[in-house]
């Protein structure tokens, strides 16, 4: 699941310059949520 989520993030952040912040974003929220998943 989180390998889907960071494949996505990856294609997203390369295929457009424009999204750089939405990609910025998404990465700190995706690390939080391995954060969390890790501490289970």
């Known amino acids: ?3 889907v989520l960071v494949g996505i993030l ?3 952040c390369q295929g457009e310059a ?3 912040l939405f ?3 998404l990465k700190r929220q995706l690390q939080q949520l391995v954060d969390q998943v890790s501490k289970l």
């Open 10 to 12: 990856v294609a997203t």
């Open 1 to 3: 699941m989180i390998d």
């Open 18 to 20: 424009s999204v750089s």
């Open 23 to 25: 990609c910025f974003e």
